[in-house]
């Protein structure tokens, strides 16, 4: 049999370090998530870089945003926050269970389509991660999740 070591940014048992955190959907509350961030980023081995770690904190910020502005008209609600970080990319998945939306196809940063209160969080995200999905959530929400790469 085969012995497996551990592998870099694992927990010590071959799986990778997450967290999930819960926040009340207030703009408040944002600044939990980027503090939970930079510490699960201390977690791996070897350093994350500061401007890469700036563009996860922006992109974190973001996707966080959008659930508090758009997720719960009426006030109130939970934004879900999930780290996974894995020897070669970190995951971030954020969730809520308010109205969801349909996602617009990606547009250009210079583009004259964004409306007047913002829509560039998405592209912002897009542009700062390697990969992106947006879905709605069973039986209401939304889901975004981004991927950024690591160097080994």
Not at 59 to 80: D, K, M
Not at 102 to 122: N, Q, V, W, Y
Request: net charge negative; charged share 25%; hydrophobic share 35%.
């Amino acid at each position: 049999m085969e012995e497996r070591q551990p592998s870099v940014g694992a927990n010590g048992n071959g799986h990778p370090y997450a967290i999930r955190l819960t926040i009340p959907a207030k703009p408040e509350y944002i600044t939990l998530g980027r503090l939970a961030l930079t510490g699960i980023s201390r977690l791996r081995d070897g350093a994350i870089p500061p401007e890469t770690l700036g563009d996860l904190k922006l992109a974190l910020t973001e996707a966080c945003t959008n659930s508090v502005r758009h997720a719960y008209a009426g006030g109130g609600g939970t934004v879900e926050i999930v780290y996974e970080l894995h020897p070669d990319r970190l995951v971030v998945v954020v969730s809520d269970e308010g109205e969801g939306f349909t996602p617009r196809p990606a547009r250009s940063l210079g583009g004259d389509d964004i409306d007047a209160e913002g829509g560039l969080g998405i592209a912002i995200i897009e542009a700062l991660s390697d990969e992106l999905e947006i879905s709605r959530r069973d039986p209401g929400g939304s889901r975004l999740r981004f991927v950024k790469k690591l160097a080994s």
